[in-house]
């Protein structure tokens, strides 16, 4: 077992079984509910606490609940985990819930009881810890949902409509603000049915709360936000987002600007043929919210990586798999529509196989594929300020039909990277830095590097530091590396493995041949299912075995036989077949390459809404086919 971390962001359903971390225990409360036993017809009632773990960072927590028989049970529970109270978690057990019904950051549910919780003793690990939790979600993202879920809302009472009497109980309609926005300059706003008189005193215009638990439907033509009775509404805790928006509550409340809800339909394919233009995940992404930004419809993505689906993948109230993933390359991160047939096609799986596998945390892309992505724009009539349609809205009260557009942007090809033919990024890509470098910093996407660039961190967990001083940052360091040596057998650890790689080679880098080249120690996390994925022996007859590893975390260590000698942690791998491991070579070099062209001079912060023209001077190059690079020279030093 590794010494307790109080960073949540690097624990994932995986490393979470095997690592001991420290928590805060925040906003805990008991309550009832009943409900009908299916075999025996009668009325069941438990019994339930509930509270949120939070690490060091305030906006990264994970759910906690005790269910039981008995009020006693309950009592005893709440008492145990007080609020401000920091334990060390071990040996994690999760409550068998539904993803969509976790409202957390984190969609995780700890079971309190199954679980091992002690007392944290260390004090220097304890003033690590966040104080309170801090629901990271914005109004505006909340009213884009495209899929029914639970989530938690910190934002700022601005309407209060007149009580009225349901089978739910009492019910107010509160709508809430917290300045983020729609599109440009319009301000998103959700209405939230409010059931039980027990919190209505809580209500005032002008208050900051957090809505715990809030569950979101999404049907076919609208979305309804509900807060169930026995759902947790508070007081915003002391943070800068309450600050916030109790100095712009005055802006706020007058706001004509604003936006209710949209709704959301899944597209039919688009024509993606012929030749398209070369373009990067980042501008599809600073344009994800302004229709009038002049790119083209179809784009070309090339060696990207699509992230699995963490959420639902079916359409409610269709039997269709249709989901949001984010798409990761060189430039940054963007999120995209998959459908089904790109989802089946990428993972080779039919149907009633892919929801098997995404049910069980099993499921894995290709690391590296080329895509053409549409961008569309689509548009609706909204009618009463009271309805949940699409459309930008008037004050409180008005009728005003009007019309709102937005931006889908949806896979509509797809293919892994096939290493046989011509990948290697060249000076096709200089029109698309040329946009890039004058834009903000996207640092969600993929840092393309050696092993011998990354440096720990203790904030991010890594840090690239190139040869010129300059220093990327992204959500993973996708490297290629060799290994000559048999693996480690996998060590058993929790209910998984851990599994280590030892000696191995940055064979991207020119000096790997070297006799002096550093070698360097990968681990990993993985089931028994998935252990032949990470066995990095070479093959008989082969000095070498090739992979690609996603690095999330570098640690270094000092000892007096190795000083300095550091050792990564990733969280996927794949392994490539012999033949192609020395084609990836000058492609991951030239991606290195790429990425440390990218430095961008506007240090504004990351939008969503700009505008973006392609220089008609200086078209974007056209790719003929999505197997391969265009051609052009190669990339100048």
Known sequence: MTAPSADLSTINKTTVRFTAWAARVTDGYKYSYSFKDKK??????????????????????????????????????????????????????????????????????????????????DPDLEEQLAKVSVPPRTVAETAKLTSTRHQDLLAVVTHIGPVRTTKSGNVIDVTIMDASEDSPGVFAKVLISLIGSHKHDLVKVGKALVFFNLACKIDKDDKQYTHWMDSLLCEAPPCAKHTQLTQQFEQLKDAVNTVMLTKFTPKHSVDVSGPQPIAACALLDYTAQNPAAKLPQVLQIMLATLEEPTGPVIVEGTDRIWFIGKLREFSGCVDVGVPERIALQLTGLDKASFLDAHASGTLQFPLLCNMRVSRTISSGASGSSGAYSLGILGSPGASQPSTKTFVNTTIQEAKPVDWSNNMVPNAAYQDVLSLLNVLPRNEEGLVFAFLSDIEPDPHTGFQVVFGTGNIAKGAAVAVLIASSKKSKPPFPLGSGFQVCAENVCDIACPEADAKKAAAYTVTGFCSLEDMSKFDLSPPRGHKQRFAIALISRCEETTSASQPGMKTFHMDKMQILEQSDGPKAVPVFQALRALTMKLNPSNNSDHKHDLTIDENPDRPLKRCRTLSAMPTDESLSE
């Open 40 to 121: 025996t017809g009668a009325n069941v009632t438990n019994h339930k606490f509930e509270c949120r773990l939070v690490g060091n960072n305030e906006s990264m927590y994970v759910l906690a609940p005790f269910t039981a028989k008995t009020e006693k049970a309950v009592a005893t529970a709440k008492e145990k985990f007080k609020n401000g109270s920091a334990w060390i978690v071990s040996q994690v057990k999760f409550e068998d819930t539904q993803q969509t019904y976790i409202s957390s950051p984190h969609k995780i549910c700890v079971d309190l009881d199954k679980s091992k919780l002690q007392h944290c003793e």
